[in-house]
């Protein structure tokens, strides 16, 4: 398994390091460590940068990736048009690395993660260790059925999400949120289409995010972003 990251390092030009363990070797030069310690420090080069201890979206840096990873900007939407709290029961479908469930467990202690890809929950368990989160994997095809009951939330990441709606019946509330991350407009159609008869379709939508340079006199967007990843499609159970 990778080592957690420790500190985090900024040098100029938006460059950042990260450090676990031994000498940190930079194109700034080498920084010992012992010297290694929150604040300014220089290189033997004689440059500086400013240290600091790492935070949990420092360590996402240092996951172990295996399937396609999703995106930080579309789950922060995600965490924002959901009920959620310590008590929130959900159930994540198409765990993959397991960051999408790392960061609902990272809020609620009622998360578990269905996949039928055994390799995939390895990767999502060691992802669990190194972030540091606690949440109940499980291998099972979600399109046969949902063990726990009382829901609250359900996210599927899977290409046919519509197979898990009849399912839903039984095992989440009413009012409850289902969350479908898609990359193809052809899926959200199908999966609005067959969603209308028992659910609101309360949102689709998707995010597009694209970084500014801020560097008088050089204040402009830069030349690439990150534009379409996926449609998340929110549901509500009537």
Not at 136 to 151: F, V
Not at 167 to 175: A, D, N, R, V
Not at 184 to 206: G, P, Y
Request: hydrophobic letters at 40%; charged letters at 30%; proline letters at 5%.
């Amino acid at each position: 398994m990778k080592k957690p990251v420790k500190k985090v390092l900024y040098g100029n030009e938006e460059r950042k390091y990260y450090w676990s363990e031994g000498d940190l070797h930079t194109e700034h030069g080498i920084m010992r460590e012992k010297e290694l310690k929150d604040g300014k420090i220089k290189t033997h080069l004689g440059d500086e940068l400013w240290c600091m201890p790492a935070s949990f979206i420092d360590q996402i840096e240092r996951i172990e990736r295996g399937p396609a990873i999703m995106q930080k900007k579309d789950i922060g939407l995600i965490l924002a048009n959901i009920p959620i709290d310590a008590n929130t029961k959900i159930v994540d479908a198409g765990t993959g690395c397991g960051l999408l469930a790392a960061f609902l467990a990272r809020i609620s202690k009622k998360v578990t993660s269905y996949d039928n890809n055994k390799k995939h929950l390895d990767i999502a368990k060691r992802n669990m260790q190194l972030l540091a989160v606690k949440y109940k994997l499980k291998i099972k095809d979600i399109y046969k059925g949902i063990d726990e009951k009382n829901l609250d939330v359900i996210t599927l990441d899977l290409p046919e999400p519509w197979r898990v709606l009849p399912h839903t019946e039984k095992s989440l509330k009413c009012g409850g949120s289902v969350v479908a991350f898609l990359p193809h407009i052809s899926q959200v159609e199908q999966l609005v289409t067959e969603a209308k008869e028992k659910f609101i379709i309360a949102k689709v939508c998707e995010v597009i995010e694209r970084e500014w340079i801020i560097n008088p006199p050089k204040l402009r967007p830069k030349h690439q972003g990150l534009m379409h990843t996926a449609f998340l499609v929110f549901l509500r159970k009537i």
